[in-house]
């Protein structure tokens, strides 16, 4: 499996946001939130580094309330050490799949949606059915020309 690698593109902590909420405040860089999801309460800290960008408070209220965007227009979470659980294990990306020439032709997204500009690869996906696993997936993909590659 090849490690899972985040570009900051934000979309999970943005859609992630409505779960999370400050719930009280030990400081002003030191925070307990409540996950939604779980009901789990959690104490998070702002990271050194990252409080001037937290304090800068430019963020939209339906994001997580700790993510920003910073001046190269990436988006940073101000407590990536601390983060609850449900954001330690979410991944947006847990498959990609190349084409004959080893160039990323798509990846697959939560179970089993295929983001890609691959007509041939779309017309595989397709076909593949709806129960198969990983095991299974990858084999009809080699079939046809596509190498995939897990996420961990």
Not at 13 to 26: F, Q, Y
Not at 86 to 106: L, N, P
Request: charged share 25%.
């Amino acid at each position: 499996m090849a490690p899972f690698a985040c570009t900051r593109c934000g979309k999970c902590c943005i859609s992630l946001g409505r779960h999370i909420r400050i719930e009280g405040s030990l400081s002003t860089v030191q925070y307990y939130c409540r996950v939604a999801v779980s009901g789990e309460l959690l104490p998070v800290s702002v990271q050194p580094e990252l409080r001037e960008l937290f304090a800068s408070g430019d963020q939209d209220p339906a994001w997580c309330p700790f993510l920003r965007k910073d001046a190269a227009g990436l988006f940073t979470c101000t407590i990536y050490q601390t983060r609850p659980r449900i954001c330690r294990e979410f991944r947006c990306r847990t498959m990609i799949i190349y084409d004959q020439s080893g160039r990323e032709a798509g990846y697959v997204k939560g179970r089993r949606t295929l983001v890609s500009g691959d007509a041939g690869l779309e017309d595989v996906w397709q076909k593949i059915p709806s129960g198969a696993d990983d095991t299974s997936l990858k084999g009809i993909l080699r079939n046809h020309g596509y190498r995939a590659e897990s996420l961990d």
